[in-house]
C-alpha cells in the first residue's frame, strides 16, 4: 500500500533530478505531497507542527522564492520539516532564482535521512503541478491496488523519533493514509484522540461527533454533521482496562470494510505497544493546552482526566537541562504532590513543566523544590528551577511560562548564584532589560542612585558590596561577609558608608527599591558589555 520516495525518483516528473542528500531516506513511506513558501519557521513551529506533532509524512515542494539569499533560514526551515515528520524535499529553480544549494542544506539532509532532491538546474519551465499530479496519482494508485495497512503504519511509527511514537501519531498516519477523520474514544463515549482530514477541521468533527459517540459498532451509517460523508466504529479490546472505539469518518466515497478492521487491528497493536504513554501523551497535551492557553481543548483533556484546572494557580518549570530525557517526571511529580492537592506535569518544549494548585505552605513548597532540583543537578549540572506562583488563570500560567523563557537568561545574570527563580525576579530581569533597550539615557537615569558612591574612592567595592548584598544575600550580613570572603565588621563598615552616601540606610524600604532595581541594571549592562 506504500509509496516511497525511492517509487517517486521513478516518475516521469523526478526522473531528471538528483538527490542531494539523506539517501538513507529513500526507503521512507510518502503519505502527500504539499508545497511551502514559508520563510519564517516559527510558522512551521506553530502552526503546521505544534510542539512537534507529526504532520504525516509528506514530500515537500519549495523554490526557497522567499528566501533565496538567506542560507540560515533555509536551514531552519528544513530542520522544522524534519521536526514536524516530514520525509523529503524536492528543490524547484535552483541555478534560475535560488543561485545554488548550500552544502549545509546537504550536510543537515544527510544527518536526518531526510531526502533532498534537485529538479534540473536552469530550466525556468518546471511547474509544481507536473509532479503534484504525479505524486498525487502515484499514492492513490498504490492505496487501490495493494492493502497492507497494519504493516504500513508500524513500519511508518518504527520510523520517527521516539518522543512521537504514540497513538496520536498512529491515528495521525491513519486519517493521513485513508483520507479520512478518525477518533478514538472510550465506550462512554469520550474523545482520547482526534485526527481531523482534511487539516483545520478538527473542531468542527470533535463538536459533531462528541453529540453522536457512543456508536453501535460493526456499522455504516450516515453522518449527521457533515453532508455526503459516511461513519464507521469498530470495537478495539487492546491490552488497556476498558474497551476503546475508533471512528472513522469519510467524506465522499464510502469506506471500506476491510480497511476499517485493518485499521482497528493497526490502532490496537499501537496501543498495546504504547498503551503506558497514552495517558502520558494526553496529560502533555493538557499541559501544553494550559501553557498555550486554549481553553476548548484545556476543558476536554481535562475532562478525561478529572483534573480541575480552575484549581491551578502555579507552575515550576525546569530549565538549563542537558540531558532531559533522564529527569523522573513521575517522580518529580510526587515530591511536588508533598506541598499541592493538584499536580500535573509533562515535558514541554524540552523543559519539564508541572502545574499545582495553591499550595499548602511555604517551607513544604522549598523543601519540594529542593528535592527536585537536587535530583535534576545529578545528571544536570546547570539545571534550575523556576516557580511562578499566585496566577489567577491559564492566561497568567501562558504568560508566567513565555516569562520565564524570555528573560531566564538575565535573571541568571542578574542573581548569577540562584538556583530557584521567582516569578517576581523574572518580571525584575524583563523590566531591567526593557530599560536597558530604551537606550543609555533611560538605563543611566535608573542607576542615577548608585552614582552617589562614585565620590567615595573605594567606589568599585562599595557597588560590589550593594549587589551582593541586595542581589544575593537577602540583605543579610553574615551571609554578604561569607561570599565575598571577608570580616562581617568590614561588611557593617562597608554599609554605614554606603548608608551615608545614599542618604539613607541601606535595606530600608520603600528608599532601598530604586537601589534594588538600579543594581539589577548594573550587573545586565555590565554583562552586556563583556
Known sequence: MSVTVADLLKLPSLRQAKVLGGKKGLKKTVSSISVLESVD???????????????????????????????????????????????????????????????????????????????????????????????????????????????????????????????????????????????????????????AW??????????????CLPLETELAIPCPF????????????????????????????????????????????????????????????????????????????????????????????????????????????????QCADIVIGASYDGNPVMSLSTPHSLQETERAMETILRQALLKNPNAVLVSCGDLFNTTECRKAYRLTLDNLDDAKCIFPHKRIFLLGELELAEKSRKRISEGEAAALRRTLQLSGLQNDREYPELLNTVCTFLLDCDSSVTRTAEMLYLHKNTIKYRLRRISDLLGFRLGKMPETIGIYRGAAIYRLLNETAR
Open 41 to 195: 519557521p516559527a510558522v512551521l513551529v506553530h502552526e503546521m507542527f505544534p510542539h512537534d506533532k507529526y504532520s504525516g509524512g509528506e514530500i515537500v515542494i519549495t523554490g526557497f522564492l522567499n528566501c533565496i539569499d538567506d542560507v540560515d533560514r533555509q536551514c531552519s526551515n528544513l530542520l522544522r520539516l524534519i521536526g514536524g515528520g516530514e520525509v523529503g524535499l524536492v528543490l524547484y529553480y535552483v541555478g534560475v532564482y535560488l543561485p545554488y544549494v548550500d552544502q549545509r542544506l546537504i550536510d543537515i539532509a544527510d544527518e536526518h535521512d531526510f531526502v533532498l532532491i534537485c529538479m534540473p538546474e536552469g530550466q525556468r519551465h518546471l511547474r509544481y503541478s507536473d509532479l503534484i499530479t504525479d505524486v498525487t496519482d502515484c499514492i492513490y494508485r498504490a492505496r487501490a491496488t495493494n492493502v497492507s495497512l497494519v504493516s504500513d503504519i508500524l513500519a511508518r511509527i518504527s520510523t520517527v523519533p521516539h518522543h512521537q511514537q504514540t497513538v496520536g501519531t498512529a491515528l495521525q498516519m491513519l486519517s493521513a493514509e485513508l483520507s479520512c477523520s478518525a477518533v478514538l474514544s472510550t465506550h462512554e463515549g469520550k474523545i482520547l484522540n482526534l485526527a
Open 198 to 211: 482534511p487539516a483545520g477541521t478538527e473542531d468542527a468533527i470533535y463538536q459533531g461527533i462528541e453529540r
Open 226 to 337: 457533515l453532508a455526503d460523508t459516511e461513519m464507521f466504529c469498530q470495537s478495539i479490546r487492546a491490552d488497556v482496562i476498558q474497551p476503546l472505539q475508533l471512528t472513522l469518518i469519510k467524506v465522499g466515497a464510502p469506506l471500506n470494510t476491510q480497511l476499517a478492521g485493518q485499521a482497528a487491528d493497526a490502532i490496537r497493536i499501537c496501543i498495546n505497544i504504547w498503551g503506558k504513554q497514552h495517558g502520558a501523551v494526553a496529560i502533555h497535551e493538557l499541559i501544553r493546552a494550559i501553557l498555550q492557553d486554549e481553553p476548548l481543548k484545556m476543558r476536554r483533556l481535562a475532562e478525561i482526566f478529572h483534573v480541575d484546572v480552575a484549581a491551578i494557580h502555579e507552575i515550576w518549570v525546569l530549565c538549563g537541562l542537558e540531558a532531559p530525557s533522564e529527569i523522573d517526571m513521575q517522580q518529580s511529580i510526587e515530591i511536588a504532590r
